[in-house]
């Protein structure tokens, strides 16, 4: 009954309240670096698929050079037309896209955009707002405005709002702002812009032909089975294009910019670092605290106490000291994803499976730290006491 009642493992805890402290700081720091960089990590993928996302289609050709959408390459947009004539295929549409020169209309400072071309008739993207505003875009040289793009662009979105029309210069040429949507930024883009396939190749003049394509978007029928249509284009089209899924297309732009790129590395090497530090953090805690206490284990060895008990003990001051720096690392790490995604306006959002895991990675941490730390436990001989 004795074991059961006294909290041994807290009571040795607070009784160095200034070295407990010092541990659950270090648990707090290290939750918050692994916080921010899988805070970081998550919105590199995120923000790399928002365009993927809103593409209304199943299936996507693209080059067979193709490696993300800031590394394009073109193909004709007669193997998109070749796809209109396989089974199952409802409907094919070419997508422009390419970074373009756009001037603040109140600094006049150039910043480069990324510019969307599409059929206006053809209802490709998937925002409510680009779907209400097609007739729009069917006049010449115009555009709608990202309202999440950074402040660089200007104040697009609130001069829109106030007078219901912005003109500015895109690559040189004058173009009018006639409605918004909202798409974001990523780590590669800073904001976007979306236009009719006619007024994006007259922003570009020679420099862009008709008919060299970006991305080609296949719909298919309701009744339509993709794997048989994605086998089928596949064997029959040239081998000039890639063609995939819409998982596929969002998994290769992943897959690029987690290797092809040091910006994975670098989040998940952050994490693995934040990792290391709480270790050993916490093993500096435990140990001090096991030497402190080697005669008061030594007794408990003597009066009946087995080992097993005293190592539990030390195991639940790791708990307890993971559970404790878990709750300020968590809060500390909210303020920085929301000052994170005011700054950056990258898509930087908590979510209950990311605090679980850092929960256990905690708990794995000082576990861990806990059981290098514990060796110098099994030396506590009642002999050097009495």
């Known amino acids: ?98 970074p373009v020169q756009w001037k603040n209309p109140e600094n006049q400072q150039i910043w480069n955009l990324y510019a969307i071309g599409i059929n206006p008739d053809d ?19 115009t555009v709608l405005f990202d ?14 709002q106030a007078s219901g029309n912005v003109t500015t210069e895109v690559e040189h040429r004058r173009v009018d702002v006639v409605g918004l949507f909202k798409l974001g930024t990523s780590f590669g883009i800073n904001g976007h812009m979306i236009t009719s396939d006619l007024n994006f190749l007259r922003m570009f003049r ?79 805690i435990l140990y001090s605290d096991v030497t402190d206490h080697l005669p008061e284990y030594a007794t408990l060895k003597a009066i009946g106490f087995r080992d097993t008990y005293l190592l539990s003990v030390v195991f639940q001051e790791a708990l307890i000291l993971a559970f404790i720096g878990f709750l300020p690392g968590f809060a500390i790490s909210l303020g920085f994803y929301q000052v994170t995604r005011q700054a950056t306006l990258l898509p930087m959002v908590m979510t209950i499976g990311r605090a679980t895991f ?13 059981a290098i730390s514990v060796r110098k436990l099994r030396s506590a001989d009642p002999a050097d006491i009495f």
């Open 206 to 284: 020679e420099r862009r032909q008709k008919g060299l394509i970006d991305v080609g978007v296949v719909k298919l029928r309701s009744d339509a089975n993709l794997d048989q249509v994605l086998q089928n284009l596949r064997s029959g089209l040239p081998n000039d294009v890639r063609i995939m899924s819409k998982a596929e297309f969002m998994e290769q732009e992943k897959s690029f910019w987690n290797t092809s790129t040091p910006v994975g590395y670098v989040f998940d090497l952050g994490a693995v670092i934040g990792f290391i530090v709480g270790a050993v953090v916490v093993y500096q």
């Open 123 to 141: 209802q490709t993207i998937l925002l409510p707002e680009v779907k209400s505003n097609t007739e729009l875009l069917k006049r010449p040289d």
């Open 358 to 370: 850092v929960l256990m990675l905690t708990a794995m941490m000082c576990t861990i730290s806990a």
């Open 147 to 160: 309202a999440g793009a950074r402040q660089e662009f200007g104040r697009i979105p609130q001069l829109f």
């Open 1 to 98: 009954m004795l074991k059961r009642r006294i909290p041994l493992a807290w009571k040795q805890l607070t009784k160095e309240r200034g070295r407990m402290i010092v541990a659950i700081a270090g648990i707090a720091f290290a939750d918050v670096l692994m916080f921010l960089q899988m805070g970081f990590r998550s919105a590199l993928f995120e923000g790399a698929v928002q365009l993927h996302q809103v593409l209304d289609g199943e299936i996507f050709l693209v080059s067979d050079r193709y490696k993300a959408v800031i590394s394009l390459d073109r193909f004709t947009e007669r193997r998109l037309y070749q796809a209109l004539g396989y089974s199952g295929v409802e409907s094919v549409t070419p997508v422009y896209l390419s």
